[in-house]
């Protein structure tokens, strides 16, 4: 395999046991490795085999065939070169070699990501009752997860029952000491800051310590998702007006798959842009909505004013093909996400929850109103038997979306888009046209990865 410094890349090792009495696998390695190593079980959720259990060096076969993953990641210090690993699996007492040959590039990816991509953490699902200190302690370990797979965390809460959302990328309050030393994460380029919360003192004390601290160009306030009448369209310019009065600089963010569904420009999708203009600041578009069309984009980016931005997510469309994370589609689908936004020239990608499972069930399910895996990319830990939460397949294959777009951007810088453009179209040509080949994948990182030196 080949890495960049900084970058993560997976093998997986498929271990067939002869009959029940020999369901014990053990792996180890005769030296120390010279990567970070992890090593994860494939284990299903309802339907699917999605969850990367973390396991030991002894791990119990759950059938007769069982599924592994294995992680290598390479410090951004790793010294260029080529080095070799080698795993034993010992299997019903038969053991197998495996030997991993990996290359290091010169190449290293950056500490704070090319974009950013905020993804949103349900809060409810981790707060537990009468325990402040261990929903605390629980949402700080759910974010330095997500952040250390190149996204933006943010605590997000639905209010009233309706659409109206509040969203925080600090577990604790803005005034608290802590939340300061966390936003200064390099991993953080985006970060969302309160705003429901807080009366009219304490926003305008917030806003002062913002721009005091440097913060205000990476904060953005998420008040409101998927607006669709004049009257919501209302009530956000009263809060964005609210904000821009003490911070004229402040950035909103407000998230649509559709025109308004009422008034003079009833079902116009880019009547958005005219209409939110002053009060929106980032415009985040359903990639659904794009449908299968870049002119589509290319419109949406032409009607930004100013200081104004373009983002994209994904979530219960689009389908047919398209990228998307969705756990009824395959990998290249999962992979292609950040390909896309690459091309589109998007300043930035939200993805709503990556915990939004049915919390009033006895065991885990997904919600049932929503497509399988939508709004769920880890999954809590007590379901396998673990304290950690427990990252999913398509994370995975989502991080490995991101790095190809570090990458696709370190090129632009250093050769211009027209050549990184043409090395895309090795694994992606338009949102129903990119590749199905693991080949293709891996002759688009070796070429990527080589001019990138």
Known sequence: MALARGEAEHIQVVVKTADAEHHRIRFYDPGKSPFRRQLRRVDSVPGYRDALVPV???SAAVDSVSYFWVT??????QKPGV?????????????????????????KLPVTPAIPAAFGIVTENLTVANDPAKSEAQMLEWADLVLDYRVNPYFSTWLDGTMKHEASSSPWPWHDKRTFKLLKDKRFNRFALPYHSLDDVELKEMLRWAAKKNLLDRAYFYLWDEPSKMDEYRQIKG??????????????????????????????????FDLWRGDTDIFSMSSWALQNDEANAV???????GREEFWTYVCMGPGDGQPNLLLDMDGYQHRAVMWRNWKEQTTGFLYWAVNAYAKD????AFRPDLPAGDGVLIYPG?????????????????????????????????????????????VYQGPDEFTKSPKDVERFRERLLNLND
């Open 72 to 77: 290598y990641r390479a410090a951004y210090d």
């Open 239 to 272: 809060y964005a007006e609210r904000i821009h009065r003490l911070a004229s600089e402040a950035r909103v963010l407000t998230t649509f798959y559709c025109g308004p569904k009422d008034g003079p420009r009833q079902d116009d999708l880019f009547a958005v």
């Open 361 to 364: 069930t006895a065991t885990f």
């Open 382 to 426: 007590h379901l396998f038997g673990q304290e950690a939460p427990v990252v999913s397949v398509r994370l995975e294959r989502w991080r490995d979306s991101m790095e190809d777009y570090e990458l696709l951007a370190l090129m632009e810088r250093r050769e211009g888009r027209p050549k990184a453009e043409e090395m895309l179209k090795i």
């Open 83 to 107: 080095y070799h690993d080698r795993l034993v699996v010992d299997a019903g007492g038969r053991e197998t070699v495996v030997d991993v040959t990996i290359n290091v590039s010169p190449v």
């Open 56 to 58: 030991s060096s002894k």
């Open 299 to 305: 419109k949406a980016r032409t009607l930004l004013r």
